[in-house]
């Protein structure tokens, strides 16, 4: 069936922001206004039977293509309890791992700041860090065979290091985790220029790639435009944006219908779907007329059934770039081009957690939920990206990372 963009006149009404409340500390900064947010109770009014979508999804199980077989004793070492004392070095607010300078892994305590180097390949580049559901595991893209790139998996001290991928091709992108933490999705080509195509691998049994552990291609599209995955909770969905938002269907093996029509502004992107009911919230491209550039709007459709979604909804032009849900689903966290949002979609208003952000990286949630990291310019070194963590209310920022110089990207927190 034609899928059809709805925007409905209860979106025109002025999101309230909660301006961030720093610590004496920081520089007061007037934030962004943010336009309007679609909110739950539009998504009853978009179609009849959106009141009924929000019974929480089926219990996680495994489909057949993705069960899991008994890892080696040697592979992967057992998880060590965490002490009752609090040793040097232990972090009672987790680690935060990210890519330093495109070639380096580093992991920072969060309450010390001190910060080792725990991954590097000579030099060579890194790309798109990930961290397993279950907090054990680091994925990234790092080098493979001669110019190939791969998708590799390391424990957190590195004392454990898999190659996950044997493809031998030269793009690859995007690894993200199935809520089993066993088995991860990316985009791949055999060349930089190529049409990228979807593939799942697992991580036990890759050390015979890809006999062992099930490598193999989900998708035929051939198109250069794919990006953005995300699993659904039960790992029985795949979603992706080809232009269109896809999903694959682990059940039935294969690629349904669009579920939203884009705009000639540019492709649907970043889904992510609710982890306790059946909205798919998502970024569509919209022009913003008074910065004259074109970002997300954030926008959802409630899925009853695969093949019948409900009418889109589309909310105010907000420019973001990330979106990524709370576990319990209350919470989605917003990242823009010029701010960190924290929405509240049951009351359609959000919290303001940063501005002037100037480089453009995912926020993530810490392992509790009560507090939120990003990459913003340093306090002493504004043109020195730096890491800053703030509580989910907006209070207390404050730097972590004082850098004198280097990048970093691709944040991911661990408890």
């Given amino acids: 069936m034609p899928i059809r963009s709805l925007r409905l006149p209860m979106f025109v009404v002025v999101l309230l922001l909660i301006l961030a409340a720093c610590d004496s500390s920081s520089n007061d900064a007037q934030l962004p206004t943010v336009a309007v947010l679609p909110t739950a109770d539009d998504a009853a009014t978009v179609t009849a039977q959106a009141a009924a979508s929000q019974a929480a999804l089926a219990a996680p199980t495994l489909p057949p293509e993705v069960t899991v077989t008994p890892l080696p004793t040697a592979t992967l070492p057992p998880p060590t309890p965490l002490p009752t004392a609090t040793p040097e070095g232990f972090s009672r607010a987790g680690y935060i791992y990210y890519i330093f300078n495109g070639d380096l892994i580093i992991e920072l305590n969060v309450d010390t700041g001190d910060e080792q180097a725990i991954i590097r390949f000579n030099g060579a580049p890194l790309d798109d860090l990930a961290l397993s559901p279950d907090g054990k595991l680091l994925a990234y893209v790092a080098p493979g065979n001669g110019l190939a790139r791969e998708v590799w998996v390391s424990s957190r001290d590195a004392s454990y290091m898999q190659q996950v991928s044997c493809l031998n091709f030269r793009r690859v992108e995007n690894p993200t985790w199935h809520p ?180 453009v990286s995912p926020p993530v949630f810490s392992p509790d939920e009560q507090q939120v990291a990003y990459i913003a310019p340093g306090e002493e070194t504004p043109d020195v990206p730096q890491i800053f963590a703030v509580n989910r209310d907006g209070t207390q920022r404050r730097q972590i990372t004082h850098h004198d110089e280097g990048t970093i990207t691709d944040i991911v927190w661990a408890s």
């Fill in 180 to 359: 089993n933490s066993n088995t991860i999705a990316f985009f791949a080509a055999p060349n930089e220029d190529d049409p990228l195509n979807l593939f799942i691998a697992d991580v036990i049994g890759s050390g015979n790639c890809p006999d062992d552990n099930n490598q193999r291609q989900l998708t035929g599209r051939n198109d250069t435009d794919m990006r953005d995955m995300a699993w659904s909770a039960d790992g029985e969905r795949l979603f992706f944006s080809d232009g269109s938002l896809f999903v694959y269907d682990v059940t039935s093996g294969r690629v349904l219908a669009p579920l939203t029509e884009p705009d000639a502004y540019g492709p649907d992107y970043a889904p992510a779907p609710n982890p306790v009911s059946n909205e798919l919230f998502y970024l569509k491209t919209q022009p913003n007329f008074e910065t004259n550039r074109n970002g997300g709007a954030l926008s959802f459709i409630t899925l009853e059934a695969l093949d019948s979604p409900s009418l889109e909804s589309v909310g105010g032009q907000l420019e973001a770039e990330s979106l990524e849900w709370s576990r319990d689903g209350t919470r989605l966290l917003i990242g823009t081009r010029d701010a960190v949002l924290l929405f509240n979609p049951e009351v359609g208003t959000a919290v303001a957690l940063a501005g002037e952000m100037r480089f």
